[in-house]
Every structure is written in structure tokens, then in C-alpha cells.
């Protein structure tokens, strides 16, 4: 769908701190979901001294932590403190480690697409070991793994309003989720949702971040020494599409938490020898060059042959027949006006697996667009000749 963005008449974070008093001003509990990464630190601060300011009741505030299990060493240290600074005003600190469903790009390749973090059974080869007050078991979970995170907090947050620091500004995708929520049309993680800071780009984030000297995870800063771009600095899970990208960078960072994670997931090494590859969705200047010049392909005749005459080879598993039958009818509505670049963005997402069909989302947008801009120029050019 189209985004449509409107320049507001107030700077974000004043526009955020409106939208938190709003929230809290319903007298409903209210959860902050909290991940110890840059955005959720600025959702959670803003919080705070709204609540040291008096503004807002503290009791009434519950932040959740879904420990991931697989996470840095910097970010269990930043839950640690907002713990105890959030205790201390008088609001909830929920540190949870339970077998709930994570996406899994390198499960994929197993013919599954998720893990299941605190597995129980394999205690032995657990990444981290949770502290002695996080909470292991919840009757709202479905037990094991049959619940990711997002479902699990909608479900305990179903007595209030659950409060994320998602923002657009992160991908199109996200850009296109909040535009939905606003026409009440979110879906499940939309419903009693509120998004206080989705408005902010990245140099908000970071400026705000510096302007109240708030400390964050070490994890950044080590990323950003070994070159990931600033846009690119996410701390989430390891194995899924958003966070498999930082994964290759633990072993020289961090080389104690490398050995833990590939004790934790065998096929950690793939994003060591195969990053620069379809398996990843990459297509980079380097790789081409290392490959030379390929035959040419006729990326629509693949597509076609992935999707109808060899579907079971790549949407054979039960959970991936959603994502066969949402390519499916992407093809049939849309071939005719997609290139064959267009054709080889979505083959590369069908070899690679696209559980949450974000990639396809993705190419909604870019092949809508595209046909727009196509469709005014040409219209310009008759009207020209009309005159």
C-alpha cells in the first residue's frame, strides 16, 4: 500500500512524550516492551522521567524483557540496570526466558524457519544461562515454542496497552505496517498497540541518545569499528532476516559468545563462508566481480518454475504454504508489468526463504512504484504532444 508521510508541527520528542501521557492517561495498565537496543532505551527514558517528573503513575507501568537467549553480553548488562532503575520509581520489570518461537534463517535450511529460544531439553548447549529471577514458565504461553514473542506479549498485554519502539524510518515494510495501523488495520500486534516513537528517524535516535547521555550496549560501538554502517546497527536475534547480518561479525568481536552460539546452531558458519550469496539475498559488486561475467537468465522463467512447476521444492514444509500462496498470487496479478529485475529480486527471496514475507512486501512497493512513476511519465509525454 502507499506510505504517505505529513510534516508535523512539533519535533518528535515532544511529539512522543504527548503520546505516552495520552497512553497513560486511560489508567489501563500499561506494557513497555523493552529489548535493551537503541530505540526501546529511548522509548523506556522517555518513561522514566515522565514518571520522575511526576506525570505519569508509575504502578501502572509493566516493561516486558523477552530474553532471546542469544543476545550480547552488553545487552543483558543494559536490561540489568533499566531493572533496577525501573523498580526503584515503582513500576514492573518482567524478565522472561521461555521457549517461544523465533525466526531462523539458517533453520531454513533444515525446512523449518524457527527456533525455539530456553529449548528445554537442551539446557547443555543454551547460549547463556538465565539470571535466577527471570520467569521460565507462564500459563499464557503454548508450550513448546508454538508462540513467538509478538503473540506472547499481545497475549498478557490484552488488560491494557502494550507500548513498542518500533519506527518507520527502520524499512519500508515497517513504514507500510504503522500505515496500516493508523487505518486500523494492524493485525494482531496492532490492536491495543501504540507506537510512541514512530516517527523518528535514526538521527533522532542517536541524537537523542547523546544530547541525555544515556549509555547503550557496547555492541554498537564494536559493530560500527568493523564497518557496519550506522542505518545498519540492530541488535535482535541472531538468526533471523533482520539480525543474521550482524552474526558474522561476533566471531571477531566477540570470539567467547561465537563459541557459545555455534554450540547453540550448527550451521552458525554458513554466514562465515556463504554471506555474499543468494542464500543471504546478496548481490554485491564484490561477488560479481569474484564470479565474473554469469549467463544471462531469464529470471521470470524461474520464477514461474519455483512457484507452479517445482513448488514443492521450495514451499514443500507446512509452514511455508502461506508464503507459496501469497508468491503465487503476487505472480499472477503482477507479472505483466514486473522487469526482470523485478523477477530476480523475488527469485533470490524464494532461494533464501521469506518466513515473514517482508521481501515480498518489499517488491509490492518497488514494483507499484516504479509502474507509477512509468505510468505519470507517460502520461506527461502525451499530454505534451496533445498541446
Same mark, same amino acid.
Given at each position: 500500500?502507499?506510505v504517505?508521510r505529513i #510534516?508535523?508541527? !512539533?519535533d518528535v520528542? /515532544? ?5 505516552l501521557l495520552?497512553v497513560?492517561?486511560?489508567?489501563v495498565?500499561v506494557y513497555?516492551s ?8 529511548c =522509548?523506556?527514558?522517555l518513561?522514566y522521567e515522565?514518571?520522575?517528573?511526576g506525570?505519569?503513575d ?5 516493561a516486558?524483557?523477552i530474553?532471546?537467549?542469544? !543476545?550480547?553480553?552488553s ?6 540496570? *533499566?531493572?533496577?532503575?525501573l523498580?526503584?520509581v515503582g513500576?514492573q520489570?518482567r524478565?522472561?526466558?521461555l521457549?517461544?518461537?523465533?525466526? +531462523?534463517?539458517?533453520h531454513y535450511l533444515?525446512s523449518?524457519?524457527s527456533w525455539?529460544t530456553w529449548?528445554?531439553g537442551?539446557?547443555?548447549c *543454551?547460549?547463556r ?9 507462564s500459563?499464557?504461553? #503454548?508450550?513448546?515454542?508454538?508462540m513467538?514473542?509478538q503473540e ?7 488488560d &491494557?496497552i ?5 519506527r518507520g524510518? #527502520? +524499512?519500508i515494510?515497517?513504514?507500510?505496517f504503522?500505515?496500516?495501523?493508523a ?8 490492536r491495543n498497540?501504540?507506537?510512541p516513537?514512530?516517527?523518528w528517524?535514526?538521527?533522532?535516535v *542517536?541524537?537523542?541518545?547523546? #544530547?541525555?547521555?544515556?549509555?547503550f550496549?557496547d555492541a554498537? !560501538?564494536?559493530?560500527?569499528?568493523? &564497518?557496519?554502517p550506522?542505518?545498519?546497527l540492530r ?10 547480518a &550482524?552474526?558474522?561479525w ?6 567467547? =559468545? ?6 547453540r ?9 556463504? *554471506? ?5 539475498k546478496?548481490r /554485491? ?6 564470479e565474473?561475467d554469469?549467463?544471462?537468465k ?8 519455483m512457484?507452479?512447476?517445482e +513448488? ?5 514444509i507446512?509452514?511455508?504454504k502461506?508464503?507459496h500462496?501469497a ?10 508489468v514486473?522487469t526482470?529485475e523485478?523477477?530476480r !529480486? ?9 518466513p ?5 512486501r518489499?517488491l ?8 507509477a512513476?512509468?505510468s505519470r511519465?507517460d502520461?506527461?509525454?502525451k ?5
Amino acid at each position: 500500500m502507499a506510505v504517505k508521510r505529513i #510534516e508535523g508541527t !512539533i519535533d518528535v520528542v /515532544t511529539a512522543a512524550r504527548q503520546r505516552l501521557l495520552n497512553v497513560f492517561s486511560n489508567g489501563v495498565p500499561v506494557y513497555l516492551s523493552f529489548s535493551a537496543g537503541k530505540d526501546s532505551l529511548c =522509548l523506556v527514558h522517555l518513561v522514566y522521567e515522565l514518571i520522575r517528573a511526576g506525570k505519569i503513575d508509575p504502578k501502572l507501568l509493566v516493561a516486558l524483557f523477552i530474553d532471546e537467549e542469544a !543476545i550480547y553480553d552488553s545487552m543483558e548488562q543494559m536490561a540489568l540496570r *533499566w531493572r533496577k532503575r525501573l523498580i526503584a520509581v515503582g513500576a514492573q520489570f518482567r524478565w522472561y526466558c521461555l521457549p517461544v518461537k523465533q525466526s +531462523s534463517v539458517l533453520h531454513y535450511l533444515q525446512s523449518t524457519e524457527s527456533w525455539i529460544t530456553w529449548e528445554p531439553g537442551k539446557e547443555d548447549c *543454551w547460549v547463556r544461562q538465565p539470571p535466577p529471577f527471570a520467569i521460565m514458565r507462564s500459563p499464557y504461553l #503454548e508450550y513448546p515454542g508454538q508462540m513467538n514473542y509478538q503473540e506472547f506479549c499481545q497475549t498478557i498485554a490484552r488488560d &491494557g496497552i502494550q507500548i513498542v519502539g518500533l519506527r518507520g524510518a #527502520e +524499512s519500508i515494510q515497517r513504514a507500510e505496517f504503522l500505515s496500516r495501523v493508523a487505518l486500523g488495520k494492524g493485525g494482531i500486534t496492532g490492536r491495543n498497540c501504540q507506537y510512541p516513537i514512530y516517527d523518528w528517524r535514526d538521527r533522532d535516535v *542517536w541524537l537523542y541518545i547523546k #544530547e541525555h547521555n544515556l549509555d547503550f550496549p557496547d555492541a554498537y !560501538i564494536h559493530l560500527y569499528q568493523v &564497518g557496519v554502517p550506522k542505518r545498519q546497527l540492530r541488535l535482535c536475534n541472531f538468526f533471523g532476516s533482520e539480525g543474521i547480518a &550482524g552474526l558474522r561479525w561476533i566471531a571477531e568481536t566477540d570470539p567467547q =559468545l561465537w563459541q557459545q552460539v555455534e554450540k547453540r546452531e550448527p550451521n552458525a558458519y554458513l554466514t562465515l563462508l556463504y *554471506w555474499d550469496s543468494e542464500m543471504f539475498k546478496r548481490r /554485491t559488486r564484490k561477488r560479481r566481480e569474484l564470479e565474473g561475467d554469469e549467463p544471462l537468465k531469464d529470471y521470470k522463467a524461474e520464477c514461474k518454475r519455483m512457484i507452479f512447476t517445482e +513448488s514443492a521444492k521450495f514451499f514443500g514444509i507446512e509452514s511455508m504454504k502461506h508464503v507459496h500462496s501469497a508468491y503465487r498470487a503476487f505472480y499472477v496479478r503482477n507479472s505483466g508489468v514486473m522487469t526482470q529485475e523485478h523477477f530476480r !529480486i523475488m527469485h533470490d527471496a524464494i532461494l533464501a526463504g521469506d518466513p515473514k514475507l517482508r521481501s515480498l512486501r518489499a517488491l509490492y512497493t518497488t514494483v507499484y512504484k516504479e509502474y507509477a512513476d512509468v505510468s505519470r511519465a507517460d502520461s506527461s509525454r502525451k499530454g505534451g504532444e496533445t498541446v
